[in-house]
């Protein structure tokens, strides 16, 4: 069985990965770890670069933690203003000893209401917490799964990055620069 190793304690990070790797190796069995390793980021990050760099130091950090392990996987949301609007998005890398893939997820504009709270220092699932009274959406359904009234919970919005980063993976013929 391969070991999967997920730089994050955060369950909706898990269940994307565990929801990803299945979904891409239909016929492999998966043993998922999860380890609490720091971003080297901001703990909300406020730009693309600063957000995938998040991403890349968890994934090199569960490395350092587990290095047995046959993959590691990085996630980390982010934030960045753009025309005057704050779009949230997170970016997903994952390496083992033969490959590394990374992707973002789609980008949402965040209503003024949280994104005041985020520009003015607020963590965007604290933001979220006080805007909609809530306790620790961030390990629920977080600002999609909010703003889309369940339609696009955190895990499913997650999913699809993990899926596009573990192309490579699945297509070792072919060069991935």
């Not at 130091?57 to 569960?62: C, D, G, L, V, Y």
């Not at 290095?67 to 997170?90: H, M």
């Not at 083992?96 to 949402?108: D, H, I, K, Q, V």
């Not at 895990?155 to 060069?175: G, R």
């Amino acid at each position: 069985m391969q070991t999967v190793v997920i730089s994050s304690k955060n369950p909706v990070k898990r269940a994307a990965t565990e929801n990803g790797f299945a979904a891409m190796f239909k016929e492999t069995a998966f043993n998922f770890e999860t380890v609490s390793v720091p971003s080297g980021v901001s703990d909300q990050p406020m730009t693309d670069a600063e957000t995938l760099r998040g991403a890349k130091n968890r994934m090199q950090n569960a490395q350092a933690a587990r290095p047995d392990a046959d993959y590691w996987v990085g996630i980390e949301g982010g934030c960045s203003l753009e025309n005057g609007q704050l779009l949230v998005y997170a970016w997903v890398t994952i390496q083992s000893n033969t490959s590394y893939g990374e992707s973002r997820t789609a980008t949402l504009r965040l209503p003024t209401e949280i994104a005041q709270l985020v520009q003015s220092g607020m963590e965007l699932g604290h933001a979220d917490d006080v805007v909609f009274q809530r306790t620790n959406s961030k390990q629920h359904d977080g600002a999609t799964g909010i703003l889309t009234h369940g339609a696009i919970p955190r895990t499913d919005y997650y999913v699809q990055a993990v899926i596009f980063a573990l192309v490579p993976f699945v297509n070792p013929d072919l060069t991935w620069t």
